[in-house]
């Protein structure tokens, strides 16, 4: 069984830094794409930053020069790293990843259960 675990959210000030990481367990074949998510409340879930297992990496307009994303294959995870923190950052952030176990043998699409991120002063 796959499970994907968030962990790295919390409160913070204006300004401050946040990493988030995503730990990924299960009888995996392959990770295509890695990705976070955010959905802020009464806001629809968009996409925040994404990785392809080649590393090409592709930001949303509202992170770019503040958030950097990066896997580390070998450990099956995928981290956000957060600066320059801005209050409109605030959200519940989900990990995202495309992945090809060795039971279904396809890649499938998993989530995790997200981890909350508050920026306030």
């Known amino acids: 069984q796959v499970q994907l675990v968030e962990s790295g959210g919390g409160s913070v000030q204006p300004g401050g830094s946040l990493r988030l990481s995503c730990a990924t367990s299960?009888?995996?074949?392959?990770?295509?794409?890695m990705a976070w998510y955010r959905q802020a409340p009464g806001k629809q879930r968009e996409s925040v930053a994404s990785?392809?297992?080649?590393?090409?990496?592709s930001y949303a307009d509202s992170v770019k020069g503040r958030f950097t994303i990066f896997r580390d294959n070998a450990k099956k995870t995928v981290y956000l790293q957060m600066d320059s923190l801005k209050p409109e950052d605030t959200a519940v952030y989900y990990c995202?990843?495309?992945?090809?176990?060795?039971?279904?043998?396809?890649?499938?699409?998993?989530w995790g259960q997200g981890t909350q991120v508050t920026v306030s002063s």
């Open positions: 995202y990843q495309q992945i090809i176990d060795y039971v279904r043998d396809l890649m499938w699409p998993y």
């Open positions: 299960g009888n995996i074949r392959s990770i295509n794409t």
């Open positions: 990785i392809l297992s080649g590393g090409s990496t």
